[in-house]
């Protein structure tokens, strides 16, 4: 056995044990967690079929599966990616049509899948020395196509993913997505790795060449696999202290003094150059502004509250996120949609006039945080309060 064929099986087994991870992790939201698995699903599909490249009578079913599964993996990413990142659990009906490409894949690979095994080998035996093949095969997307279609795909879907870290919804740059490094990391390999695709398509490259595909899909996998484990919010790296009280019920606010305890039981190596006695007075005067309703100023930013408080923006994200359960846009909205449920409770105010009230600058940003943390929107939780 080849050692590439080695690696691709080693892989597989991996992505296995990913996709494990991606089914039981508590970090990302449904939608997320079911378009990143399909697109590992996609990945083993691919793998398997370059693993069996040479098998004969194998390799000519695997590719009716891997072959839509295959370029539906940039569709997939983006997909997850939005959903992470908008921390949007809803499945839409627009989601469907970024599936047009793989289903009208399907649609040319069907004439190819009714033929039997004999009729499948003289279809690839006539295909790679030019000879005439039935019209109804001659939109079998083969190799070279195939490759054109998943670096092209690649490239749409990837730019639409980091536009997603850009866009207004996603203002947390500064405060939350503190592995931004490794997510731009993330991305230019992956991003490379279509380049080269495309460049295996571009000068046609005989099928000694499987192993540089091979490679780039390892690559591909492993960095999809570490943009899911460091995306920030949603992912295991960005453990707050929310976690620490979820996982020791026994050990409350109450009962912890200050972070110390968290810090020492979690292990947690965090440098502060904020003393203890800076800290608690800064969080004194933070819940004093936050209680006087700062949190209603829609442009409020983590350095005009810093310079309420006559702190840096460093030292202030320091102290939030080491003396409370979050981080600084957690206990913004924690302010806000307490103040939502009550004016909902009240009844007097329209769902959007309490949005904006509270400090939202929209309906959508005002719904999509609302039902993250209640579970409900904002309609059926005023409904159910009036009975």
């Known amino acids: 056995m080849q050692l590439m064929t080695i690696l691709l099986l080693i892989s597989v087994g991996l992505t296995f044990f990913m996709m494990g991870y991606v089914a039981t992790t508590p970090y990302q939201n449904r939608k997320a967690r079911l378009c990143f698995t399909m697109m590992l699903i996609g990945l083993v599909s691919l793998m398997l079929e370059l693993a069996i490249f040479e098998e004969g009578a194998s ?41 047009i490409f793989p289903l009208l894949y399907i649609l040319a690979m069907m004439p190819y899948n009714l033929l039997d095994e004999a009729s499948k080998q003289w279809f690839f035996s006539r295909i790679y020395t030019h ?57 230019i390999a992956i991003s490379i790795s279509f380049a080269i695709v495309f460049s295996f398509f571009i000068f046609r490259l005989p099928h000694q060449f499987t192993w540089m595909i091979s490679t780039i899909v390892l690559v591909v996998t492993a960095m999809s696999s570490m943009i899911f484990y460091y995306l920030p919010v949603l992912g295991k790296k960005l453990t707050s202290h929310k976690l620490f009280y979820d996982l020791v019920p026994e050990i409350t606010a109450d009962t912890a003094d200050n972070i110390a305890v968290s810090e020492q039981l979690f292990h947690k190596q965090y440098r502060s150059s904020v003393t203890s006695t ?16 700062i949190y209603k100023d829609s442009k409020l930013s983590l350095s005009k509250l810093a310079s309420q408080l006559q702190t840096s923006t460093h030292h202030l994200s320091q102290i939030i996120n080491q003396q409370t359960q979050g981080n600084y846009f957690d206990l913004i909205n924690e302010y806000r949609i307490k103040h939502a449920k009550q004016l909902l409770i009240d009844g007097k105010m329209s769902v959007i006039d309490i949005a904006y009230e509270v400090g939202y600058n929209s309906k959508s940003s005002f719904y999509t945080e609302f039902k993250r943390r209640t579970e409900t929107t904002p309609h059926k939780f005023k409904k159910s309060q009036t009975h």
């Open 131 to 187: 000879e005439p093949i039935p019209w109804q095969l001659s939109f079998m997307p083969i190799r070279f196509t195939r490759l054109l279609l998943m670096s092209g795909l690649g490239s749409i879907y990837l730019y639409l993913s980091w536009r997603e870290l850009h866009i207004e919804i996603n203002n947390k740059k500064s405060d939350v997505l503190r592995e931004m490094g490794r997510l731009k990391g993330g991305f």
């Open 278 to 293: 800076q800290a608690k007075q800064v969080i004194t005067n933070l819940t004093q502004l936050m209680e006087d309703g």
């Open 59 to 99: 390799y000519l079913y695997i590719i009716s599966i891997s072959g839509p599964l295959s370029v539906s993996v940039p569709i997939f990413f983006y997909l997850y990616f939005k959903a992470s990142m908008r921390l949007n659990d809803e499945f839409q009906w627009q989601n469907i049509m970024h599936l």
